[in-house]
């Protein structure tokens, strides 16, 4: 049997012979069944989605009905009753059901495109693309985030084929299609990128300047933004086309979540280090923390630990880089034991540790010995009239050193500006607060699917959607968790991940070897804040760990 809810829902055999299906009820227990297929499905879960919240008196009884009205239409041996009665399963493989085959081909296909093959990948997702109907879920009552994940999903595809066409020299054919993809998706950075690279590549430049003018006024509008490097890059290649005449095979995008970056964009000052993960969600933090810098002087990030604080100050300075000609640069306060040794790290890590020259007159001499007695005004001394962004990455356990440190340079150097993350204010006047949340529903299952590809090949958090929502909950939408359980994919399947979420600690273990200690497991994490805290603090916490679900 092939089963389709790319649209209405329907069931094909093999010989591609419709089954009749009856009404609505009906249509709608498929759906649920197919969208997990070959995994049970709880009697509670088929009566919430089928009814939509609002079930019959005897719920069980009418979804047993139910059940046996698709059994006589599909076979009996198609829904199969769970083994402990608590539920009924679809007997089909994934690929059986057009909506997981569907986002099989599409992950081929980007794989091919990124592989440098876009004869395959436009085959594949021509072929991925032909299996929509209409409406994904179209016949589930309350089909809400499953079908916008797999309309996402849609969208996605459809704009790596159009990538391939243009790459296959074929632009002039997909300015249509890519005219009305920008209309339903405005603030898609990637498909306005692809845009004025394909008007570009059909040889029509005006078009593709007024594209990209009208896409930059309507981000500043909107979202009180720029453009990400690649639309830029193209933007000055198109006002000097001689830049662009031997440009060489075209960049290959990196996903950073608000806009591709390529390899080729111009090198800035500072230390900040090239990503080697995708960046996910946050885009509404990013146009705030870029408000907040153009407004203040200090911005600190609060948030728990492993919130994401430290990944989203740097992405903001490598997408602020080129308003700084002095350059951004990360100091990182982890490995700082000792409080007195804060200005000596700022120093080290913008590569200003003095080294006096004996060789000098006396009064140059005394000069540079007074000035080396006190690292901080050796550090206001190298930032001088600099403009620059500094990063000063987890402040928590010196905040105090920290805050003294940051007050003092920005009031000896005008033109330096502070970003820095920290699980408490550092309380320097001026200073802006920004908090860092769980990650949005969305973003938090991006996330995983992200981290679980790389872990294991071929993962797509769709086909155990549920297993993969529950795990993103629970987790409270927390990166370093979802981190932490993507790299057990590789042992464990979602279900049974979310299954052991309850002794968590035992179970998020094995983070990159190459990060902090205090990030390579969850228990580490909360380690480390339950050692900032003092004696009142933690007794505090005890005396209210005793209520388990929280208290007035």
């Known amino acids: 049997m092939r089963y389709s809810v790319l649209g209405t829902t329907q069931v094909h055999r093999d010989d591609g012979t419709p089954v009749p299906l009856g009404g609505a009820r009906l249509r709608a227990l498929l759906g649920v069944l197919a969208l997990r297929a070959g995994r049970a499905v709880p009697v509670g879960a088929l009566v919430d989605e089928v009814w939509a919240g609002e079930p019959p008196a005897d719920a069980t009884g009418a979804l047993q009905a139910l059940v046996g009205r698709l059994r006589r239409a599909i076979g009996a041996d198609a829904v199969v009753s769970a083994a402990d009665g608590g539920g009924y399963r679809l007997a089909a493989d994934p690929d059986d059901v057009d909506l997981h085959r569907f986002t099989r081909l599409a992950g081929e296909g980007a794989a091919a495109l990124a592989d440098g093959d876009p004869a395959k990948a436009q085959a594949v997702l021509d072929a991925a693309l032909a299996l929509w109907r209409g409406p994904a879920l179209a016949d589930l009552p309350d089909a809400g985030a499953e079908s916008t994940r797999a309309d996402t999903r849609r969208r996605t595809a459809v704009r790596d084929r159009l990538a391939a066409l243009v790459a296959l020299g074929r632009a002039e054919e997909c300015l249509p299609e890519l005219a009305s993809a920008r209309a339903g998706a405005p603030l898609d950075e990637p498909l306005h990128a692809l845009s004025v690279r394909a008007l570009r590549a059909a040889g029509r430049p005006a078009e593709a300047l007024t594209a990209y003018e009208e896409f930059r006024t309507r981000l500043a509008d909107r979202l009180g933004t720029d453009p990400g490097p690649e639309l830029r890059r193209l933007y000055e290649e198109l006002l ?302 005890r005396r209210l760990s005793v209520f388990a679900g929280g208290c007035d």
Request: hydrophobic share 40%.
């Open 240 to 541: 000097s086309p001689e830049r662009a005449r031997d440009p060489g095979p075209e960049p290959r995008p990196v996903p950073d979540r608000g806009g591709s970056r390529t390899a080729h964009s111009p090198p800035h000052p500072g230390n900040l280090r090239a990503r080697l993960t995708s960046f996910v969600g946050r885009e509404d933090d990013i146009g705030a923390l870029r408000a907040d810098l153009r407004g203040a002087r200090l911005v600190t990030l609060l948030g728990t630990g492993g919130a994401g604080k430290t990944r989203l100050s740097q992405e903001v300075g490598a997408r602020t880089a080129g308003e700084y000609p002095d350059g951004v640069w990360l100091i990182e306060l982890a490995p700082v034991d000792d409080p007195r040794n804060v200005p000596e790290a700022l120093l080290s890590a913008l590569g200003a540790r003095q080294t006096v020259l004996r060789g000098a007159g006396a009064e140059e001499l005394r000069a540079a010995e007074l000035s080396s007695d006190d690292p901080v005004l050796r550090l206001i001394e190298h930032c001088g009239r600099g403009r620059m962004l500094l990063i000063v990455d987890n402040c928590e356990h010196v905040v105090g050193a920290a805050a003294s440190v940051v007050e003092r340079v920005l009031e000896g150097c005008a033109g330096v500006s502070v970003l820095a993350t920290s699980r408490e204010p550092l309380g320097v006047p001026g200073e802006v607060v920004r908090p860092v949340g769980p990650l949005a529903p969305g973003a938090a299952l991006r996330l995983l699917g992200e981290r679980g590809a790389a872990a294991v090949p071929g993962f797509v958090p769709g086909v155990d959607g549920e297993a993969c929502a529950e795990i993103c909950r629970r987790l409270d939408g927390l990166p370093l968790a979802i981190e932490l359980a993507a790299a057990r994919l590789r042992m464990l399947t979602p279900r049974q991940i979310a299954d052991r979420l309850d002794d968590r600690f035992r179970l998020l273990t094995g983070g990159a070897r190459t990060v902090l200690p205090r990030q390579q497991t969850l228990r580490a994490v909360v380690d480390w804040s339950w050692d900032l805290l003092d004696h009142a603090e933690r007794t505090v916490l």
